[in-house]
C-alpha cells in the first residue's frame, strides 16, 4: 500500500493495534509510537516516489507505511524487537535510532545518485532533537552547498523527550535553514516511549527472547596474510600501488589533505573525480562512505591522525559497524577505512595528535582493523579490504612511510 492508500484512520489503526499488544504484554521492547502528524505525512509523501529513498528514526513507523512497508512486514518487526530498526532494502528505507545518524548517511546516498545521474530523491525525516545536532548542521550545509537531491524533513514537536527547545536551547525560536529542509509542526498524541499504559508483566517475561534471537550475530571476514611473494617496493610505493588499484575498481576516496596533499602521496595515480575533498567534518565523511557504498561505490575514507578519527566514532560504531546487524543483512556497507598513526618520526606532533586508537577500535567494532607492518602486508591488506564485503580500517604507521 503507497501513501495516496492510507488515511489518516488507517494509520491510527496500525499504531493501536500495536499499542494493544503491547500492554498485552507482548512487546517487551522500546517502542516509539508516531502520532498526532497523519495528515501533514499523507501529505507530503505525495511528493516521495516508490524508488526515493526515505530515512527516517526511532519513530519510524508512519514513514514506512507510507513508503510502502506492507503492515504485517512491520508489525513483525515490531514484535521482534526492530521497532528502531525497522530496515526495507526494496523500499530503500533505513533509520537510526541513534539522534543524528541519519543526515550523514541522508548526504552519501544524494551524493552517488548525482554522481550516477538518477532522478532518486533522498527524503531524511528528523525530529527537532535531531535538528539540535551539529551532525544536521554539517549534513545541511554540504547538500545545500552542493545542490544534492535530499530533502530534510524537521519533524517538529518542539520536545525531546520530555524537553522543551526552549528549556534546551534558552529559547524556543526556530533556526532558519537552507532550502534544503522543510518544517512542519505538530503535537504528539502519544507518550515519547511505549503506550503510557502499564504491561502485563507476567506475559512480558514469558515473550522476552534474548538478543542473539533478536538479532542474531553477524560473521566477520578474519584477514590471513596470503602466500605472496615479498614486496621490493618501499612501503609508500606499495601503499600507492594499493590506492591506483582501488582507483581503477572505481574506489571514491574522500577526506581532506587529499586534494591537494594526495593523502601523503599516496593518491596521485588516482583520477580528480574520484577523489572528494571534504570539510573538516569528520562524522559526515563516514556517512558519505555509508551512504555512497549503498549505492553500490566503494568510498575510502582517509584519516591523517587517529585523534581524528574519535569525531567520526558514531559513524564508524554505531552506524558503519552495527548496519549489517541491525537491518538483518538488508543493508551491508562497506567502507573502507584509510588511516594513519603518528608513531614516532622526525615530526612529533604531541600527545594528541600522536595518539593510536587501534586497539580501542578493535574493542568496538567487529570488523577487522589491520596493521600493516611492511610494503607487502601492506599490498596484501588492502587487497583484503578491497574483497571484502564489509568495512576494514588500515592502519598506516607514519614511521614506515
Ligand atoms: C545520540 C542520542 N542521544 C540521545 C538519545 C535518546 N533519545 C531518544 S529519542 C530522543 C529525543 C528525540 O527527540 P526528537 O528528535 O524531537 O524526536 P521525537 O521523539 O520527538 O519524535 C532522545 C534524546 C538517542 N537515541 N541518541
Same mark, same amino acid.
Given at each position: 500500500?503507497?501513501?495516496?492508500?492510507?488515511?489518516?484512520?488507517? =494509520?491510527?489503526d496500525f499504531v493501536d493495534k500495536a499499542a494493544e499488544l503491547h500492554d498485552g504484554g507482548y512487546l517487551?521492547?522500546?517502542?516509539?509510537? %508516531?502520532?498526532?502528524?497523519?495528515?501533514?505525512?499523507?501529505?507530503?509523501?505525495?511528493?516521495?516516489?516508490?524508488?526515493?529513498?526515505?530515512?527516517?528514526?526511532?519513530?519510524?513507523?508512519?514513514?514506512?507505511?507510507?513508503?510502502?512497508?506492507?503492515?504485517?512486514?512491520? *508489525?513483525?518487526?515490531?514484535?521482534?524487537?526492530?521497532?528502531?530498526?525497522?530496515?526495507?532494502?526494496?523500499?530503500?528505507?533505513?533509520?537510526?535510532?541513534?539522534?543524528?545518524?541519519?543526515?550523514?548517511?541522508?548526504?552519501?546516498?544524494?551524493?552517488?545518485?548525482?554522481?550516477?545521474?538518477?532522478?532518486?530523491?533522498?527524503?531524511?525525516?528528523?525530529?527537532?532533537?535531531?535538528?539540535? #545536532?551539529?551532525?544536521?548542521?554539517?549534513?545541511?550545509?554540504?547538500?545545500?552547498?552542493?545542490?544534492?537531491?535530499?530533502?530534510?524533513?524537521?519533524?517538529? /514537536?518542539?520536545?525531546?523527550?520530555?524537553?522543551?527547545?526552549?528549556?534546551?536551547?534558552?529559547? &524556543?525560536?526556530?533556526?532558519?535553514?537552507?532550502?534544503?529542509?522543510?518544517?512542519?509542526?505538530?503535537?504528539?498524541?502519544?507518550?515519547?516511549?511505549?503506550? &503510557?499504559?502499564?504491561?502485563? =508483566?507476567?506475559?512480558?517475561?514469558?515473550?522476552?527472547? /534474548?538478543?542473539?534471537?533478536?538479532? %542474531?550475530?553477524?560473521?566477520?571476514?578474519?584477514?590471513?596474510?596470503?602466500?605472496? !611473494?615479498?614486496? #621490493?617496493?618501499?612501503?609508500?610505493?606499495?601503499?600507492?600501488?594499493?590506492?591506483?588499484?582501488?582507483?581503477?575498481?572505481?574506489?571514491?576516496?574522500?577526506?581532506?589533505?587529499?586534494? %591537494?596533499?594526495?593523502?601523503?602521496?599516496?593518491?596521485?595515480?588516482?583520477?580528480?573525480?574520484?577523489?572528494?575533498? #571534504?570539510?573538516?567534518?569528520?562524522?559526515?565523511?563516514?556517512? *558519505?562512505?555509508?551512504?555512497?557504498?549503498?549505492?553500490? *561505490?566503494?568510498?575510502?575514507?582517509?584519516?591523517?591522525?587517529?585523534?581524528?578519527? =574519535?569525531?567520526?566514532?558514531? !559513524?564508524?560504531?554505531?552506524?558503519?559497524?552495527?548496519?549489517?546487524?541491525?537491518?538483518?543483512?538488508?543493508?551491508? %556497507?562497506?567502507?573502507?577505512?584509510?588511516?594513519?598513526? /603518528?608513531?614516532?618520526?622526525?615530526?612529533?606532533?604531541?600527545? #594528541?595528535?600522536?595518539?593510536?586508537?587501534?586497539?580501542?577500535?578493535?574493542?568496538?567494532?567487529?570488523?577487522p582493523v589491520l596493521v600493516p607492518n611492511d610494503a607487502s602486508e601492506a599490498i596484501d591488506m588492502y587487497?583484503?579490504?578491497?574483497?571484502?564485503?564489509?568495512?576494514?580500517?588500515?592502519?598506516?604507521?607514519?614511521? =614506515?612511510?
Open positions: 500500500m503507497r501513501a495516496d492508500e492510507w488515511s489518516s484512520s488507517g =494509520l491510527i517487551p521492547f522500546a517502542i516509539h509510537l %508516531p502520532g498526532g502528524n497523519e495528515e501533514q505525512l499523507i501529505e507530503l509523501f505525495k511528493e516521495v516516489k516508490e524508488s526515493d529513498y526515505v530515512l527516517s528514526t526511532h519513530r519510524n513507523w508512519y514513514h514506512a507505511l507510507l513508503h510502502g512497508v506492507p503492515e504485517d512486514a512491520l *508489525l513483525e518487526r515490531i514484535k521482534t524487537a526492530r521497532s528502531m530498526f525497522v530496515f526495507d532494502r526494496q523500499r530503500n528505507f533505513l533509520v537510526s535510532a541513534i539522534i543524528g545518524g541519519t543526515p550523514a548517511i541522508a548526504v552519501g546516498i544524494g551524493v552517488a545518485l548525482k554522481r550516477k545521474g538518477s532522478s532518486q530523491r533522498v527524503w531524511c525525516f528528523v525530529g527537532d532533537g535531531i535538528e539540535d #545536532t551539529g551532525h544536521f548542521a554539517e549534513a545541511v550545509r554540504y547538500v545545500d552547498g552542493f545542490d544534492l537531491p535530499v530533502t530534510f524533513v524537521i519533524e517538529d /514537536d518542539g520536545m525531546a523527550v520530555e524537553a522543551s527547545k526552549e528549556s534546551r536551547w534558552g529559547t &524556543g525560536k526556530d533556526l532558519v535553514w537552507p532550502d534544503c529542509v522543510r518544517r512542519y509542526k505538530y503535537k504528539k498524541s502519544r507518550p515519547h516511549i511505549r503506550t &503510557g499504559n502499564f504491561a502485563d =508483566l507476567e506475559v512480558m517475561k514469558k515473550t522476552k527472547k /534474548d538478543a542473539e534471537f533478536y538479532f %542474531p550475530k553477524i560473521s566477520t571476514p578474519q584477514y590471513s596474510k596470503s602466500e605472496l !611473494a615479498e614486496s #621490493t617496493l618501499s612501503f609508500k610505493e606499495a601503499v600507492t600501488s594499493s590506492m591506483t588499484k582501488i582507483g581503477q575498481a572505481g574506489g571514491v576516496f574522500i577526506g581532506y589533505s587529499i586534494t %591537494p596533499g594526495d593523502a601523503m602521496g599516496t593518491l596521485s595515480n588516482v583520477p580528480l573525480d574520484q577523489k572528494i575533498e #571534504t570539510p573538516v567534518a569528520e562524522n559526515l565523511m563516514v556517512g *558519505l562512505g555509508i551512504g555512497m557504498s549503498i549505492e553500490g *561505490l566503494i568510498p575510502v575514507v582517509y584519516f591523517e591522525r587517529h585523534d581524528f578519527l =574519535l569525531v567520526a566514532a558514531d !559513524a564508524i560504531v554505531n552506524h558503519l559497524a552495527k548496519m549489517e546487524r541491525i537491518s538483518h543483512g538488508e543493508f551491508k %556497507p562497506k567502507v573502507i577505512l584509510k588511516t594513519v598513526i /603518528d608513531d614516532g618520526g622526525l615530526f612529533y606532533s604531541g600527545p #594528541t595528535h600522536s595518539q593510536d586508537f587501534t586497539n580501542a577500535f578493535r574493542n568496538m567494532v567487529d570488523f587487497d583484503f579490504a578491497l574483497r571484502c564485503e564489509g568495512p576494514v580500517m588500515i592502519v598506516e604507521k607514519k614511521s =614506515l612511510f
